[in-house]
């Protein structure tokens, strides 16, 4: 098992004069073999350690900042309890860093990215698998009114029968943010605080600030509230009226806003956030008394610094729990360092999703494929399609489509099985009318950029697999663009010429898959587990997660499923 590291932690964060010394910024320049994930001029510096044992932390504190102004940097963050900093520096000061002897390290500062995107494929050529992970009758675990197929897969209608919600245990989520004014929420916020300073206005939870919506969803798989949903007119074909219901709806929600709009931020932005997470704990001064943090972000890049943040994290008492990331190669960073709970996702028969790292740094499994969730409101679409007098199912709304409703004709795209491929490609007929694409050779945003410049007033795209069909666009549409079913689209053409209607409307709920999706339901199954057994350290509180956990896979610890799916409610009864 990981977890094994310790240091000596000291808490403390200071802002000395000596970061506003220097009148001119240094010029970023990447150096030549940064890896492609380093922010250019930003630069991360971890101080010998073994030499400070005379020192006050003070002391330690104006040394180590006089040693990056002496170089000509500039200290944007200093973590004094891991004798480290954050910097900026052109090429000279980073040499003249790297050259004093107090210096252990000077690395880059890496890009995070949330690791969570909407349910269906990105990529026409390739199958995934994603689109026939979707839920069918068929699978292991389904939803159930309120309650998700992940809900169901960690048993939480059992656990909220006995009284299993969290209670007393905070979950403090390092994310893009969260629309505190979406009803599942309940205004129930415990805290907020934004860590990317490179945006304007995006410091209160209730008002705008998780543009990329990723935030937002994590929390709900954590929080979202019994019986609070938006109605039917907010909530996805299919779902309850009452939306979706957390695993752990009794803790207090903390939301660290660590990455951006775009979905991504800095080590050295995610290192403050979760030093402000654990910073929340009675033994570092705040009111809780046990502090769960989840982080459905990483990287591909090791860092030094980050590493002595998490093992600090974890010797103040809180766990830390992140994804593996969605390559479906090594596990990424911070999952992958000791102290930090390595989070990989399953589908709803308990198969590994295709995307999930592997690798021997995964400890446990969460559902992860095709989870539905809160999304700032409004901001979610569904979708409905018909024609040929059947209506469907299985209709997914494309990423950046337009929204809206058209009814008409319904018109065969054509080329080569009707897939529509070829740049310059166009059909006249589909002026006016709805455009009946297959999916193929081509991406789907060859197809709709085709369409459209064709004069299409709708786009239907229908699979060439089994399963449900989500597509992710590059650019925005005015046209509504939506997915169906193979047999659908087959059926479909085969009875023209008819008529139908494709439409897309607002949601204030989302399906996405993601070891992202996975990590909050792990995080919020620990802080039940925490709440109902409160003597236990974080040490054993995860060797029970760990030793309770739904073995999956090869018997025992694998590359894929670690110990296995957790299961919140063996480790609290033993059942």
């Excluded at 180590?64 to 000279?92: E, F, P, R, Y």
């Amino acid at each position: 098992m990981k977890h094994t590291r310790s240091i000596l932690a000291a808490t403390l964060a200071l802002s000395l004069a000596a970061c506003s010394q220097q009148t001119a910024t240094p010029v970023a320049t990447p150096e030549a073999s940064a890896p492609a994930d380093a922010i250019a001029g930003a630069y991360l510096v971890g101080f010998k350690q073994g030499n400070l044992s005379s020192q006050s932390v003070t002391e330690q504190a104006a040394v180590q900042a006089q040693a990056i102004a002496a170089a000509g940097g500039i200290m944007t963050s200093q973590w004094v309890d891991i004798s480290a900093a954050a910097v900026k520096l052109d090429a000279a000061a980073l040499a003249k860093l790297r050259a004093n002897p107090s210096v252990e390290y000077v690395e880059p500062d890496y890009v995070r990215t949330a690791q969570g995107f909407k349910a269906g494929v990105t990529d026409s050529k390739i199958s995934t698998g994603l689109s026939a992970q979707t839920l069918t009758a068929q699978a292991l675990y389904a939803p159930s009114g309120e309650f998700t197929w992940g809900d169901n897969a960690l048993r939480v209608q059992n656990l909220r029968a006995s009284g299993y919600t969290g209670t007393g245990v905070a979950v403090c989520v390092g994310d893009t943010g969260i629309d505190g004014n979406h009803p599942e929420f309940g205004r129930k916020l415990k805290g907020f605080k934004n860590f990317v300073t490179t945006e304007a206005n995006r410091n209160d939870p209730y008002a705008l600030n998780d543009v990329s919506h990723h935030g937002t969803h994590v929390s709900g798989t954590i929080f979202a509230q019994l019986g609070a949903g938006t109605g039917a007119s907010g909530t996805l074909s299919g779902m309850d009226a009452n939306g979706v219901v957390g695993v752990a709806t009794g803790v207090n929600l903390y939301m660290a806003r660590v990455l951006g709009n775009t979905g991504s931020g800095s080590s050295s932005g995610i290192i403050n956030g979760v030093n402000w997470c654990a910073a929340q704990l009675k033994s570092q001064g705040g009111t809780e008394n046990k502090v769960v943090i989840s982080l459905s972000l990483g990287g591909g890049s090791k860092s030094q610094t980050e590493q002595r943040a998490y093992t600090s994290v974890w010797q103040k008492g809180a766990l830390t729990i992140a994804a593996t990331g969605n390559d479906g190669a090594a596990v990424s960073y911070p999952a992958a360092y000791t102290e930090v709970v390595a989070i990989g996702a399953v589908d709803s028969n308990l198969a590994k999703a295709d995307f999930s790292n592997f690798g021997t740094q995964v400890d446990l499994v969460g559902p992860g494929v095709d989870v539905i969730s809160t999304v700032p409101l409004g901001q979610g679409s569904q979708a409905l399609a018909s024609g040929g007098g059947v209506s469907f199912t299985e209709v997914k709304a494309a990423d950046l489509t337009g929204k809206g409703s058209f009814t008409g004709n319904i018109v065969a795209a054509g080329g080569t099985n009707n897939e529509f491929c070829g740049t310059t490609t166009r059909n006249a007929a589909l002026a006016g009318n709805i455009a009946l694409i297959a999916r193929g050779t081509c991406s789907f945003e060859e197809k709709t950029a085709n369409a459209v410049a064709s004069g299409a007033k709708a786009v239907m795209i229908y699979n060439n697999a089994a399963g449900a069909l989500g597509m992710t666009l590059t650019n925005s549409y005015t046209v509504p663009v939506v997915g169906i079913l193979q047999a659908d689209g087959q059926a479909l053409l085969g009875k023209l010429p008819t008529t139908g209607t494709a439409a897309v409307t607002s949601a204030d709920y989302e399906s996405y898959n993601g070891t992202s999706m996975a990590t909050p339901h792990v995080s919020a199954a620990a802080a039940v587990v925490w709440a109902a057994k409160p003597t236990l350290t974080n040490t054993q509180l995860l060797s029970l997660l760990t030793s309770t956990a739904k073995d999956l896979g090869t018997a025992g610890k694998d590359n894929n499923f670690g110990y296995g799916l957790v299961d919140p409610l063996k480790a609290i009864t033993g059942q």
